[in-house]
């Protein structure tokens, strides 16, 4: 995979680990994302099914 493929799905993956944050903490489910340079820190549930069709997305040029 090119370089700028590799940061394209890593901004799609804590993109859209931010986002189930958001939302589930309107829902009751308590998930955290602490971002770094090259670790994220996840604590709490995550939709991994979400969390796939994003990655797939991402390497197929989707947004």
Not at 29 to 57: C, F, N, Q, Y
Request: hydrophobic share 45%.
């Amino acid at each position: 995979m090119r370089e700028d493929g590799n940061e394209a799905v890593r901004a799609a993956l804590l993109a859209e680990l931010q986002r189930q944050a958001a939302t589930g903490a309107d829902t009751g489910d308590r998930l955290t994302v602490e971002p770094g340079p090259d670790k994220v820190v996840i604590h709490g549930p995550v939709d991994l099914d979400d969390l796939a069709m994003v990655v797939m997305g991402s390497l197929a040029g989707g947004p």
